[in-house]
């Protein structure tokens, strides 16, 4: 076999191995790219549609989840491939969903299932008959301050990725037939050089290929003349300037999409807090709200049931306070709501739960406290807004503004919801009956009937 032939075997050996090693590196590259890309649009429209969806998932609005999905997809369903989108509660029955014959039924396959039991985005890629599909999910969940996140439910969604596969194989098509082109051409020429002026230049391209394939962006193939061996170095580093710009760009793309989302997300918990504050707290008071109210004391007596503590609830009603409004006006009244309130908030402990029942009446849940340490809280409660100066209260009966509390402690007066506001508003109605002003344990109503 002659020089010239070696050399050109091995040319041609050099230029296919290093082609086919820098196009199989692009091509996972560039995959790798457009699949993060397509990773990153799938979080960001589960995060826009998280936004618009936490309310009306927390306020049951299934019409409003519908309406919302469907404007979103009909803005995102060409530019994401969006296969379909599923909106879930916790027992994965679906609320709203791209397929609308799907209402109401349950999800029950092992994406759906993981997603729902995990707090955070779920993202996995599956083939199935329609072809390779993306799956993100996205919890939707708010937070309480001092109480355990409430999660409404999970959005699912599937992205096709047939056009990123396609894209691919035309990529996979154009470079084997640039490579073979090229080597054809070099082939040709390689006959014709000696071996010092081809060699030495396919070694240093073969390097050059070895190091962008490791991972040196930076490195360019040094390759002087004008004959197509030079030709070949300046087409690769042409390419190498792409591979190494596109991957620039996508850094900082990532990163830009990183700080936006960041920012969303840190907006969207202002919104989630401001949204359970407005929701859980009394406007005129700032003490917690009825449906508060109802939601802890029920939660709070499975919790003492089953840890066999204590739990006393505490009713109290301003006395006569439609004279003091008739007499002073209603902003007066608001006023003594407020300072009421205050007292409420400053006596109580952080682990109490201060509320607003409605008019001018108040509600106390103290966890882990028995009948005894109730009353004497009660008695407290009692003497400070009777010993605390309010203006225009001299048109009171006794030139004092006063409470009446009645007392009902769990389990000893009832061990349900029901039984106990019961036994609290029985309590209640004892202290106005027995004058007013005073503090009236349950168990002294059954005594006495006794």
Known sequence: MTLRTRVLLLGVGLILAANLGLGAVMLAVQRQQVLSEVQLRARTFLDVLGVATVGPMAGNRIDVLDQQLAALIEQNLDALDIRFVAIVDTDLRVLAHSRQA??????????????????????????????????????????????????????????????????????????????????????????AVLDGQIVRPLRRLTQAAADLAAGDLSVRADINGRDEIAHLGETFNQMADTLERNTRSLEDQVRTRTSELTESNRRLCEVNDRLQHLATTDGLTGLFNFRHFDATLRAELRRSARLSAP??????????????????????????LRRIGEIL????????????????????????????????????????????????????????????????????????????????????????????????????IDRKEG
């Open 102 to 191: 799907l209402y109401g039924s349950t999800l029950g396959d092992a994406f759906a299932r993981e997603a729902a039991a995990r707090d955070l985005s779920l993202v996995r890629t599956e083939h199935d008959d329609d072809g390779e599909t993306l799956l993100v999910s996205l919890p939707i969940q708010t937070q309480i301050p001092d109480e355990h996140g409430i999660r409404w439910g999970t959005i699912i969604a599937g992205f096709g990725l047939d056009r990123l596969s396609s894209a691919l194989f035309r990529t996979l098509v154009g470079s084997v037939a640039s490579i073979l082109l090229v080597t054809l051409v070099a082939a040709a020429l390689a006959a």
């Open 345 to 444: 908030r400053s006596r109580l402990r952080a682990t109490d739960v201060p509320c607003r029942y409605g008019g001018e009446e108040f509600a106390a849940i103290l966890l882990d406290s028995g009948k005894a340490a109730g009353i004497e809280v009660a008695e407290e409660l009692r003497q400070r807004i009777e010993a605390t100066p309010f203006e225009g209260e001299e048109h009171q009966p006794g030139g004092r503004l006063t409470i009446s509390i009645g007392v009902a402690t769990f389990p000893a007066d009832g061990t349900s919801v029901e039984e106990l506001l019961r036994a609290s508003d029985r309590a209640l109605y004892a202290a106005k009956q027995a004058g007013r002003n005073r503090v009236v344990p349950h168990e002294t």
């Open 311 to 336: 739990l006393t609830l505490l009713m109290l009603d301003v006395d006569n306070f439609k004279d003091f409004n008739d007499h002073c006006g209603h902003p007066a009244g608001d006023e003594i």
